[in-house]
DNA sequence: ATAAAAATCCGTACTGGTACGGATATTTGA
DNA sequence: TCAAATATCCGTACCAGTACGGATTTTTAT
């Protein structure tokens, strides 16, 4: 084997980020940047040609951005590990880059320790999530909180909450009658002040209030 | 004023717990604990008795669980801080807890300077969350992707897509169409292959998939 | 006790979408 | 280059739900 460093390869459509990133991990012994792109295009041909350890990538690139880089690095390369480095303006993007399979999000204010730390941990197959980063999850968590707020203002009463539940089962007002010992025309006077109730007029509506509120998973 | 103290009402269903803490809280000069409880009753009326600033609870408790707990205070006194110190089984009920409105999660076996940092910064407005429940959070966001994998087996076609979006903003075919610049007919052939693909046959079933693969939020 | 809220029930005309069973044109990938 | 996938378009009968405008009984909270 030529070498046990880490291989890295490094993605970023500003020169200047690339170079000065370049040069800070060459000081490292066990790291080596075997390639270097600037656009997600290139990232992905860099990836797979020098059969990468890490990726670090931007969000912001031309061509191909983080996400689709990301989701193409899934398919084709899964075990290769993507760490994610942007100013904080991009980390409006940090849930959808999880869900599509990154192990790392790290802001450019970070310290030089704070990332060769987090390269060794990603490589050791952990994660790498930087402190500003988890309190923003944290934060949009929270509010989806506001969203719930909803349904106790609304005020539906539990014969309402269990149509919507068989509503959402795709039970029609036939079968919810049956299910219930209720008037067809019953059910179809409950569906009228939900939808009074939540200010929805078609079930399309209705079905997302419920999925935001959470009375339907 | 008598103090400038920063008042701590502790609730654990354990005693030794309690004691415990607040022998340890004691040595600190601007921490005062004004009451305690073991059980989240108890606990709601210490809190309110004493004015307290901060409430360090546990998530399993009789009578009152700390998410019921948490939600009577948000009720009746929003400006306390809720700190849960649990042991790591209890992680589980991190999002909710979040949701309710805690500003702080802590695992008992963290280090007395870590939760003595956490109350000082819960009183500073701040939020403190344990290192390993953020992984935990992570790692559950990114369990959320297996949800997708769902939309690219599927393989909808990004004219499908287009127009999943389009009934999920309450349209209907005709002004599906119209929008497009399509026959109202082929909007109907799509919305076919779409439950066709998506194996469903309802919009409610369609609805579900789209909110289940974010193809609607 | 009693008023308000919730739950129950109905007729009739109308609208949006489905079922069924097609056809043709355009893109795209191997 | 050429087959497969995608996008486009149509007729007709039918069904589920809506709009509109009610009425009566039961439950709940004060």
Do not use: C, W
């Not at 989701?71 to 942007?86: C, S």
């Not at 968590?141 to 509503?167: G, H, M, P």
């Amino acid at each position: 084997m030529k070498s046990n460093k880490i291989k890295i390869v490094l993605a970023d459509d500003h020169r200047m980020m690339i170079d000065g990133l370049r040069s800070m991990l060459s000081d490292e012994k066990d790291l080596e940047v075997v390639g270097v792109a600037y656009n997600g295009k290139e990232a992905l041909e860099a990836v797979l040609k020098h059969n990468a350890d890490v990726l670090i990538t931007d969000y912001n690139m031309p061509e191909m951005n983080g996400l689709e880089l990301t989701e193409a690095l899934q398919k084709v390369k899964p075990d290769v590990k993507i760490l994610v480095l942007t100013m904080y303006g991009d980390i409006t993007h940090i849930e959808e880059m999880l869900q599509a399979g990154i192990s790392g999000y790290i802001l450019k204010n970070t310290g030089n320790d704070e990332l060769i730390n987090a390269i060794h941990k990603l490589h050791n197959g952990g994660t790498y999530y930087d402190d500003e980063v988890a309190q923003e999850i944290f934060r949009s968590l929270k509010d989806n909180s506001i969203k719930k707020q909803n349904v106790e203002k609304v005020n539906l009463t539990d014969r309402e909450k269990e149509i919507i539940q068989l509503i959402s089962q795709e039970h029609n007002n036939a079968m919810i009658g049956d299910m219930l010992s209720i008037s067809e025309r019953t059910v179809e006077s409950h569906r009228k002040n939900i939808y009074r109730k939540t200010n929805t007029n078609t079930i399309i509506g209705l079905l997302k209030f419920a999925f935001a509120n959470g009375l339907v998973k």
